[in-house]
């Protein structure tokens, strides 16, 4: 019945078109490939189509020859999806995942000359569908990849969407981390010429093989192809939907700037590479919310968390929510035994209860202030602790204590706005 | 040249700039000398397209591994052109022109248009390619040696400007990048560079009809593609001046005959015209493996009801004629035909003052002033035009005073405030102010005695009247 891939000849009131007969999203239009490369649709209704063969579309895939070479060291590549791991689908015109990720080598050989790099792809997924239990699971796949004695450090690649909730996670569940994980991802898709995650991911291979044992996200440091920033897991945030320099260090500044040909500048303290194995604590708990308070919310919607073990409020400036309402509901949440902690939707600065009563009321009442803890780090942090342990002392313990340079008492003072 | 025993065919591909925004952001589609407000660097890669092949012309520019360095102007660049954001939805006024040329080109029109990307990786795109898409295909046009027929009808983004290049880096400006361009390209049916010439020239002259293409230099720019018996096309890109075309020609003609009796294979390549007419290799021939879907924007289906009704513009040829008929000369005819100005022209043509007075003092009047008061850039507003010729429709001011009064606007007056030197004075008093002068001159000849009333009289009153009232007063 289909004819897909067939070169055709369509007749369309009194019009000819010959081309190679593509895949249509639309039912009721002809897609076509004209021999001069553009693409033109035509109403089903009322054209034609002639077979005139076989047409020669086929995807040649890139065999890639991938050779060791014994002075270079040896990098894990695990690739989870995303833009970084996404390709045309030239039937559909959709982006896809792609599935063989030795494909990214092939676009970029620079990779070669720097390490030896094997490719894993534990998943496959665009980062929006990512939930804790993917953290798990990618958290077991690098662990089980840095024990390996020959492998220096670890990159993996990510959608942008939620790539700093999988960084932070990767942080908490890597107890121990003694080697270099890179999460990178890219703005631009890499069928194009401009494609930003082919320098991310030479960027990520240098931090790889660098000293600093820590999880980082490593992308564009400005607009420019000139370096990327490596920042802290727990401390970076995606704040442009578009643009190559999305993510920026939030209260502190990068770990380091790292330029393509390998030069790295370190810009702030670091865990330093050493042998020791890694433990995995890679259980989260999902009954976790994280909820934005906006001027005129109901606090109805504390009645949906009633059964969960844990919420983050994202309050207003210093940490607030209008106790006039939400005092009352959220303290019954609290005698339940559900951790409460605040912080707050101005992304930069430090939660305080103490300047206004509100704040006063608030803590008094056993909601936790979580310092200059960035909100989502925090319902990252909080889904991983009570996956540790349900004593609510312990957890009201470990979450205002500093475990991966999540939070930190002195406030950076150039941090604004990096 | 004997072009019939040589073989020549020639076809033409048009690139023409549109005056409307940009194509898929919402900037204002000017160039500009300011300095800017920021620079970005980047790299570009060869990727693999929709065969599975790096295409020979990507792959070629990319093997370069230059430095592009991008200005950016705020006034007219956004996150699309700096490729920090999808694209926005195609110009309607654009496509609604793109549609109208198609019809003035007899072509058939594509029902669903997908917007294509086009691999370029000479840098001149930020994205690495251009966004483009074919909206009408199988058109035509007469010419005097006979039908001329388009292939396609093309609707795409201008790259970015190259302003500077050295060693390592290429410099672009992105003003330019996201103009959008038609591209019309005709079938090798021409066989003599007069009949390119001719060819070129209606197709400019059906473009510039629409009244809403870019004027002045490099908003339309022409590329030829040329082969002789024995040998492939070869495509010359950036022909300025169409009047150089028999230069352009010969000569490539002549360079393909030397390589031809060498044993040398033609064909295949893109060469630049040099200033002195010869070329240079620039690129091999692009292939269509440079092609593929731009998966950020929907398909454009062709809403043809509202295609039909879209009324077509006067060509400017027809307009010509019509002027002719008005009594304007030939040269006259042609300036204000081909004029933007046209549309201004013909709406004073309705207070029935003379034709040739409209067309000279738009056409001329203007470029004296703004020769004499050294001014480039500053034009007349239309609004001016209307104003002036209803006041001396209405015999509010003089003929004779017209310069003067453009003069003093172009100083910065304001016509109100000028018009009240020129009222024209009633002929009572005129007579009274000539009488005196004759009077008190009495000595003087009749020439010197009307240069004298006309000094005095500062382009009040005409001076035929002038004349006919000294001529009865020395009887």
Redesign the interface.
């Known amino acids: 019945m289909s004819n897909v891939g067939n070169k055709v000849k369509v007749k369309y009131f009194g019009s000819e078109y010959e081309g190679i007969l593509l895949e249509s999203s639309d039912k009721n239009m002809h897609l076509l490939k004209l021999t001069n490369g553009y693409n033109v649709g035509l109403p089903r209704k009322g054209s034609k189509v002639e077979v005139l063969g076989k047409a020669n579309l086929g995807l040649k895939a890139n065999t890639l020859l991938i050779t060791k070479n014994k002075s270079l060291p040896n990098v894990s590549l695990i690739s989870t999806g995303g833009t970084i791991a996404s390709h045309v689908d030239y039937k559909t015109g959709a982006v896809h995942p792609m599935t063989k990720p030795a494909d990214l080598l092939g676009k970029i050989p620079e990779l070669k000359k720097i390490s030896n790099i094997s490719v894993s792809a534990p998943m496959s997924i665009f980062s929006e569908e990512m939930n804790p239990e993917h953290w798990s699971k990618i958290a077991g796949f690098v662990a089980r990849e840095l024990n390996k004695d020959e492998i220096r450090g670890a990159v993996v690649t990510h959608g942008t969407d939620t790539l700093h909730y999988t960084a932070a996670a990767l942080t908490f569940a890597l107890e121990g981390l003694s080697k270099p994980v890179a999460i990178v991802g890219g703005q631009r898709s890499s069928d194009r010429g401009s494609f930003d995650g082919g320098m991310n991911l030479i960027c990520g291979v240098h931090y790889a093989i660098s000293d600093i044992a820590e999880v980082a996200t490593v992308l564009h440091g400005t607009s420019s192809d000139d370096y990327c920033i490596a920042n802290r897991g727990t401390k970076v945030k995606k704040l442009h939907t578009s643009k190559r320099d999305a993510f920026r260090p939030i209260n502190t500044v990068p770990l380091a700037k790292i330029y393509p040909n390998g030069k790295l500048e370190k810009h702030n303290g670091y865990e330093l590479r050493h042998s020791r194995k890694i433990k995995v604590k890679s259980k989260f708990e999902s009954k976790v919310a994280l909820i934005k308070y906006y001027p005129g919310m109901s606090p109805d919607i504390l009645k949906c968390y009633e059964d969960y073990k844990g919420i983050i409020i994202e309050g207003t400036g210093l940490g607030h929510v209008a106790t006039t309402t939400w005092l009352e509901p959220l303290t019954k949440l609290i005698k339940k035994g559900i951790f409460v902690g605040m912080t707050s939707q101005a992304d930069y600065g430090r939660v305080d209860p103490y300047v206004y009563s509100t704040g006063r009321a608030l803590t008094n009442h056993g909601v936790v202030y979580l310092e200059d803890m960035l909100s989502e780090t925090a319902y990252v942090k909080l889904s991983w602790v009570l996956g540790q342990t349900n004593n609510i002392e312990k957890v009201r313990h470990l979450m205002v204590t500093n475990l991966r340079g999540e939070l930190s008492t002195k406030s950076h003072p150039n941090a604004f706005l990096y | 040249m004997n072009y019939g025993t040589i073989g020549l065919k020639a076809g033409l591909e048009i690139h023409q700039q549109l005056d409307t925004g940009k194509l898929f952001s919402r900037c204002d589609s000017k160039l500009t000398k300011d300095i800017a407000d920021t620079k970005?660097?980047?790299?570009?890669?060869?990727?693999?397209g929709?065969?599975?092949?790096i295409d020979i012309a990507?792959s070629f520019e990319?093997s370069k591994n230059l430095d592009y360095i991008y200005e950016v102007h705020n006034s007219n660049t956004s996150?699309i052109e700096?490729?920090?954001?999808?694209p926005l939805e195609v110009d309607e006024e654009a496509l609604s022109l793109i549609y109208t040329v198609c019809r003035l080109l007899n072509c058939?029109i594509?029902?669903?248009?997908?917007i294509?990307?086009?691999?370029?990786?000479d840098g001149s795109n930020?994205?690495?390619?251009q966004r483009?898409?074919?909206v009408g295909?199988?058109g035509y046009i007469e010419t005097s040696k006979g039908k001329v027929s388009i292939e396609?009808v093309?609707l795409e983004e201008d790259s970015a400007r190259r302003v500077s290049e050295d060693k390592n880096s290429v410099t672009y400006r992105l003003d330019r990048l996201g103009i959008p361009l038609i591209e019309i390209t005709t079938a090798p049916e021409m066989h003599d560079p007069d009949h390119i010439k001719e060819t070129a020239q209606k197709i400019g002259m059906i473009l510039r009809s629409t009244g809403k293409v870019k004027r002045g230099i490099g908003t339309i720019r022409q590329d030829v593609n040329i082969s002789i018996s024995g040998g492939g096309r070869v495509e010359l890109k950036g022909v300025q001046e169409i009047k150089e075309i028999q230069k352009i020609v010969d000569s490539e003609i002549e360079r393909q005959q030397d390589e031809l009796s060498m044993n040398r294979k033609v064909g295949g390549e893109v060469r630049n015209v040099k200033a002195d007419a010869t070329s240079k290799f620039l690129r091999p021939m692009p292939?269509?493996?440079?092609?593929?879907?731009e998966?950020d924007l929907p398909?454009i289906q062709t809403n043809f009801n509202k295609l039909n009704s879209i009324k077509l513009p006067e060509l400017i040829s027809t307009r010509k004629e019509r002027y002719l008929k008005l009594g304007l000369n030939e040269e006259l005819s042609s300036m204000i035909a081909n004029s933007a100005r046209s549309n201004v022209f013909d709406k004073i043509l309705e207070t029935e003052i003379n034709p040739t007075l409209i067309a000279t003092t738009i056409l001329s009047t203007s470029k004296e002033i703004k020769r004499k008061l050294k001014i480039n850039s500053w034009k007349f507003p239309d609004k001016f035009y209307f104003d002036m010729f209803s006041l001396l429709a209405n015999s509010k001011i003089t003929k004779d005073s017209l310069s003067e009064i453009m003069e003093r606007f172009t100083k910065g007056e304001t016509l109100d405030n000028i018009s009240k030197s020129y009222k024209p004075i009633s002929d009572s008093e005129l007579q009274k102010i000539v009488e005196k002068i004759v009077k008190s001159n009495s000595k003087l000849p009749k020439g010197a005695l009307i240069g004298n009333a006309m000094s005095e009289l500062a382009g009040r009153a005409d001076g035929k009247k002038v004349a006919k009232i000294i001529e009865e007063l020395t009887k």
């Open positions: 970005i660097k980047r790299k570009l890669r060869a990727t693999t929709e065969s599975g092949k990507a990319t996150l700096t490729d920090e954001e999808p058939k594509i029902p669903f248009i997908q294509m990307r086009k691999t370029v990786v930020t994205s690495g390619f483009t898409c074919l295909t199988d396609s093309i292939t269509s493996a440079r092609m593929y879907p998966t398909i």
